[in-house]
């Protein structure tokens, strides 16, 4: 079955420092997402993209945030400057088009630590 | 505008008993309506989604939602929990050919033996 894969699992990084979190959609999906759940709290959207550009995004994604798809496969979420509050578990997720009751389907998450 | 609520944010059961965890959605167009597991350390796993073609959706594990417009809900049951079914539970709403999919606050699954 296919699914959305995300790496790497556990990231941790010092505060102030660049951070990229990577995610391979499943393939024949045209919609990406990023979400974030912070430890013990509910699971935040970031941002949707679609044919290239960003198609929403959240109030959390600050000028900070970029999301890329570079190579047609990867599709990365960055962090420019990392600050203690990012710390969260990060979900990437696809879905194969926008139409009445298409789920999307999420990885199983990168757990980014900034100490 | 959308938005969902999930009116508790902890339910505890006893193993063998029926579940009920509830969902109330907000939504100006005919929506999507998911429901989403997440076990400790684990990742977000679909449960079942709403289909046009019956109120009453059959998920995965025996749960089961029933979609009531005129109330706005989305209710996530199963009749008799098992202690396996401990975990959070998301519902999840988006509007129709909308990019948009927002997750409710999240109901966490206590089962008792």
């Known amino acids: 079955e296919p699914e959305v894969t995300q790496t790497p699992s556990h990231q941790v990084t010092q505060m102030g420092q660049e951070v990229i979190l990577r995610c391979v959609p499943i393939?024949?999906?045209?919609?990406f997402y990023w979400y974030r759940q912070i430890l013990g709290q509910k699971v935040e959207f970031l941002v949707s993209?679609?044919?290239?550009?960003?198609?929403?995004k959240s109030e959390i994604f600050d000028d900070q945030f970029s999301v890329e798809r570079p190579d047609g496969s990867n599709f990365t979420l960055k962090i420019r400057s990392t600050k203690l509050e990012d710390s969260a578990m990060y979900f990437c997720?696809?879905?194969?088009?926008?139409?009445?009751?298409?789920?999307?389907?999420f990885g199983q998450g990168t757990r980014l630590t900034v100490v | 505008a959308q938005s969902v609520t999930q009116l508790d944010s902890h339910v505890s059961v006893s193993e063998g008993t029926p579940v009920l965890l509830r969902c109330n959605y907000s939504?100006?167009?005919?929506?999507?309506l998911f429901w989403y597991v997440q076990h400790p350390n684990k990742g977000l796993q679909l449960l079942l989604k709403?289909?046009?073609?019956?109120?009453l959706v059959k998920g995965i594990n025996g749960f089961e939602a029933e979609f009531k417009k005129s109330e706005t809900s989305f209710h996530l049951t199963k009749p008799s929990a098992h202690m396996s079914d401990a975990a959070e539970y998301f519902c999840?709403?988006?509007?129709?050919?909308?990019?948009?999919?927002?997750f409710g606050a999240g109901t966490r699954l206590t089962v008792k033996p």
């Open positions: 997720a696809s879905r194969m088009d926008r139409s009445l009751n298409t789920e999307a389907f």
């Open positions: 393939s024949n999906h045209l919609y």
């Open positions: 993209f679609y044919n290239n550009e960003i198609s929403e």
């Open positions: 939504s100006s167009y005919s929506p999507s």
């Open positions: 709403y289909t046009s073609a019956a109120t």
């Open positions: 999840v709403v988006s509007p129709y050919n909308n990019n948009d999919m927002r």
